[in-house]
């Protein structure tokens, strides 16, 4: 069992910042890949972003590519989505997502998809509201 807790998301104005985190604690060797999707009203959950123990590789869904950033520190259990340039579009609830599942050789899109299947582990989620 893993447990993830999230923190960081507010209310901002378009193209402000936001910086997410999220602590884990449990069976967090197994863990293949984690990262952050999304869910907005009314729509389903997105993989936002993800990192792999694959040398630290991360991988990004194409409508945040080049204003989040994902890292990761290992020491201290912590994953991080730094959200720059945010857009109303970005308002959703946010996730921390850590999968135990054989990524090797997928896609990016596969490997955000499997952040969001049932078999990962997921946080209680954190707000993100961007005004315009």
């Known amino acids: 069992q893993v447990r993830l807790v999230e923190s960081g998301g507010g209310s901002v104005q378009a193209g402000g910042s936001l910086r997410l985190s999220c602590v884990a604690s449990g069976d967090t060797a197994k863990s293949v890949c984690m990262g952050w999707f999304r869910q907005a009203p009314g729509k389903g959950r997105e993989g936002v972003a993800a990192i792999c123990t694959d040398g630290g590789r991360t991988y990004y869904d194409d409508a945040v590519k080049g204003r989040f950033t994902i890292t990761q520190d290992t020491a201290k259990n912590m994953l991080y989505l730094q959200m720059n340039n945010l857009k109303p579009d970005d308002t959703a609830m946010y996730y921390c997502?850590?999968?135990?599942?054989?990524?090797?050789?997928?896609?990016?899109?596969?490997?955000?998809?499997?952040?969001?299947?049932?078999?990962?582990?997921w946080g209680q989620g954190t707000q993100v509201t961007v005004s315009s």
């Open positions: 997502a850590d999968t135990h599942l054989p990524v090797g050789g997928l896609s990016a899109a596969a490997i955000l998809t499997a952040l969001i299947v049932p078999s990962a582990y």
